[in-house]
């Protein structure tokens, strides 16, 4: 027997905010109350700021994590994606710089190509395992990030490649636009076009229909299998740009970029509202869920909390917000 | 019969916030007897038996157990007085052997260890004086549905068993399967247990019961004598409505032939060749595993095709991908609305709209969806469909069945089909919605359009269709049409094991 119960009371609004977008006003409302109290430069303009240009790396990740979580998968492999972009686009650089010093530009784009083709591949492997031989996405991108970590270290040797265009840096790392960051410009585009894919185009709507349910995706004319792929591959590809931009910023090309991005762009999915059983999630959550964490992260820096103890926080944060995640999926089930 | 119940109810009435689900529901059962709840889906069964079983607290009104007034705390304190109730969803553990579902909780114990062996003996022997054939170390996931719906009922048999409840245990069995059922229940019925009967197949009331209970919206509408009522005017207690007013009269067309199968075969299917036809309802009936739904999924590309052809307006399509053979003009509906049809967590908007975006209907073939006329046009099939305005922003899993199934048919609206299959498109419905959704399937062939109607449920197939295809074992068994379309004809090519063609 079902009931259709009407439930009121001073905890409805609440609950129904919680319904619609998740636990991420509540934990955005708790820190800014806490590090408010613990530090007064917290709440400064300039920090805030600072927060959202230093945020930019994991918003660009975390748009192609929830891609893939909204397919019904997800993508463990997106710091090896970062790493093998960063090693492999420095050493395509300074080859092709070594070669005709004087063609730069060409030197970086020739770079960033490799960095690109070596991250869609991570992909392609990714979305063949999950879509075609049925792999779980866990075991799957668990092994792919092995993998991918191996090699770039093996093809560096576990030395950071330096040597790198100034121009490179320069641009993508340091490089101001009109006065705004040209990583503020990249990742500001990105999230327009991820926007544009996921709720005006029919690609967009295939991977919310995948992720709801993929048999009966299946059976509503959708080619499943090609929807988690191109899933895959447009996580590990916009990895890849983060992992340029990194690149840019630290000026060498190293192995060991973005080991905890994993963790911490699933967190700011799943804190943005994004199930982990596939088909929600919302863009512009994601981009305030990112924004928390790392806002997060900065408070604790300024409260001067380790940061061993910072770790310990945030996998308690992933936690706690797959568990108001499982509550939240079965009060949209139930209707309570 | 004695002269006290065994058990009964006074006034029972269940209130939810804002639904009364049981309604004042006097209910009395005698020991050895059969009682039949009937009624519609959300008419008050559920409720009355989940708290004769202990799942749920009256608001008002007692249960009697044996002239004293009883209370449940638990499932597990019901059981121990003696009610058991097999519900609808198994609970058993896929994983486990037989003998350990049926002793899960109730374990023998060697000292601080479970005593396997005597385990197994014991439930060899329960199940032996069952009569059932099953071995006690098999596991559990590769039993049939019936066989594991034996060991469900043999769990119930640990304690002092005085009252049964049977909630739609031949829904999923086959006729064998429920002669063998009726047995056994005439045996219980012989040893002085009471048994409380649901079932929407009234076929089957007469041969084990001996009272049938009808709920309507909560309220009881009345008990009677299986001696004195037949099969239309409990139908008419149950719906309010007479029967002939639940099967539409559908006009045939007289079309061209849409889709020809030619010695289709795979496994489980040998040699099928048929057509479909444009304004025409073809029934496919047989019973469970007798591969009429799997004709069709293998029509779909659901499942490999092995041998044969399937043309559909001439052109190949034997072996095009699910998503290719949609686009062609075919639309299947799943028999499961939950685990293939539907995404339970959208509200019915969004399940009509992935049809909407991946069809030809609305917004041309570009990449950009035109969420205005997607909206639009799902707002026009959920008019369409009957379902009402306030259950449209709600997640679908919050919807009855029969209002589930009518967001399940608005999916077929949502392209440009010429051929619709309906795998057991009333499966869990009630009878009202049911008219509903029978007055869609006639719209849809007096259009123009050709159907296709796979159903277990017999009624069902013989009064939509024109023309019938009855499987057995995997072979077309009959062609039927016409005076031909007779229940006996039909029951007798259902067990029809040469496979005789047409």
């Not at chain 2, 444009?278 to 999924?297: T, Y």
């Amino acid at each position: 027997m079902t009931t259709e119960a009407t439930k009121t009371g001073a905890f409805d609004p609440i609950r129904k905010i919680f319904i619609k977008v998740g636990v991420l006003p509540f934990f955005l409302v708790g820190a800014l109350i806490i590090f408010t109290a613990l530090s007064d430069k917290f709440l400064s303009l300039q920090n805030l700021v600072n927060v959202a240009r230093q945020s930019v790396y994991l918003v660009l990740v975390s748009m192609g994590q929830m891609l893939v979580l909204i397919s019904g998968g997800f993508d463990l492999s997106v710091g090896t994606s970062i790493a093998l972009t960063s090693v492999v686009s420095a050493l395509g650089m300074v080859w092709f710089a070594g070669i005709f010093p004087d063609a730069i530009w060409l030197a970086i784009a020739f770079g960033a190509c490799m960095g690109f083709a070596a991250a869609i591949s991570v992909g392609l492997i990714n979305g063949v395992g999950v879509a075609y031989f049925e792999v779980s996405p866990f075991i799957m991108t668990l092994g792919v990030s092995s993998v991918g970590a191996g090699l770039a270290l093996f093809l560096t040797g576990g030395v950071p490649v330096s040597g790198l265009p100034f121009a490179f840096g320069d641009t993508f790392g340091f490089g101001r636009l009109f006065g705004i960051p040209i990583p503020v410009i990249i990742a500001a585009i990105c999230i327009i076009f991820m926007w544009l894919f996921m709720s005006r185009t029919r690609l967009g709507t295939q991977v919310y229909a995948v992720g709801g349910n993929i048999k009966a995706a299946h059976l509503s004319a959708i080619n499943t299998k090609r929807t988690l792929m191109m899933a895959y591959v447009i996580c590990a590809l916009i990895a890849s740009l983060t992992g340029l931009l990194l690149t840019a910023r630290v000026e060498s090309g190293e192995a060991n970029l973005g080991s905890t991005i994993a963790l911490e762009s699933i967190a700011a999915c799943v804190i943005a509202g994004v199930s982990l059983r596939g088909g929600i999630g919302r863009v512009e959550n994601v981009v305030l869920g990112a924004f928390f964490i790392v806002l997060v992260q900065n408070g604790m820096n300024l409260a001067q909390v380790s940061s061993y103890m910072q770790m310990v926080l945030l996998g308690a944060l992933l936690i706690l917000a797959v568990i108001f995640d499982q509550m939240r999926y079965r009060m949209i089930l139930s209707g309570n | 019969m004695s002269a006290q119940p065994l058990i009964e109810t006074k006034a029972l009435t269940k209130q939810y916030p804002g639904v009364l689900a049981l309604n004042a529901v006097d209910f009395d059962l005698h020991s050895g007897e059969v009682h039949v709840l009937f009624g519609e889906n959300g008419a008050g069964k559920s409720t009355l038996i989940s708290m004769l079983a202990g799942a749920n607290t009256p608001s008002q009104g007692s249960v009697v157990l044996d002239g004293q007034k009883a209370k449940f705390d638990s499932v597990a304190d019901a059981q121990k007085k003696g009610i058991y109730t097999v519900f609808q969803e198994f609970s058993l553990i896929p994983t486990l052997t037989v003998a350990q579902n049926i002793f899960l909780g109730w374990e023998p114990m060697k000292g601080p260890f479970i005593d396997h062996r005597t385990m197994r003996k014991r439930a060899y022997e329960m199940l032996l004086e069952l009569g059932f054939d099953i071995d006690p170390n098999a596991v559990t996931s590769h039993l049939s549905r019936a066989q594991q719906q034996m060991v469900e009922i043999t769990k119930a048999f640990h304690g002092d068993l005085k009252v049964l409840i049977l909630d739609e245990p031949t829904a999923s069995l086959t006729d064998k399967e429920v002669d063998h059922l009726f047995e056994f229940v005439n045996e219980l019925k012989a040893k002085g247990v009471g048994i409380i009967y649901i079932s929407h197949r009234i076929q089957e009331f007469s041969r084990i019961a001996s009272r049938v209970t009808v709920l309507r919206d909560g309220a009881k509408i009345g008990t009677v004598n299986i001696a004195e009522t037949n099969e239309d005017a409990l139908v008419e207690m149950m719906t309010g409505r007479a029967i002939d007013e639940i099967y539409p009269k559908i006009e045939q067309g007289t079309g061209e032939i849409l889709l020809t199968v030619e010695g289709l075969r795979t496994a489980g299917i040998h040699d099928a060749f048929f057509e479909v036809r444009a304004g025409e309802i073809l029934g496919v009936a047989g019973l469970v595993g007798s591969g009429k739904s799997r004709l069709f999924r293998t029509v779909m590309g659901l499942t490999t095709l092995v041998h044969g052809t399937v043309k559909m307006r001439g052109k190949d399509i034997s072996h095009a991908p699910t998503r290719d053979i949609i686009k062609e003009g075919i639309y299947y509906l799943s028999p499961d609305r939950k685990a293939e049809g539907l995404d339970l967590a959208k509200p019915s908007k969004d399940n009509l709209a992935i049809n909407l975006v991946m069809g030809d209907k609305v917004g041309g073939n570009g990449q950009l969806v035109k969420w205005s006329e997607v909206n639009a046009e799902a707002a026009t099939i959920s008019d369409y469909v009957e379902l009402h305005e306030g259950y449209r922003n709600k997640p679908v899993s919050q919807l009855s069945g029969g209002n589930q199934q009518k967001v399940l048919f608005g999916k077929c609206f949502g392209q440009n089909a010429d051929i619709i299959i309906f795998d057991e498109p009333t499966v869990g419905v009630d009878m009202g919605t049911r008219a509903a959704l029978y007055l869609l399937i006639k719209e849809l062939a007096e259009s123009g359009k050709a159907v296709v109607v796979i159903s277990s449920d017999l009624p069902e197939v013989m009064n939509l269709s024109h023309r019938m295809l009855v499987l057995a074992h995997g072979h077309i068994s009959a062609e039927l049409s016409g005076d031909d379309m007779t229940e006996e004809q039909v029951l007798k090519f259902f067990f029809d094991e040469t496979g005789a063609k047409l």
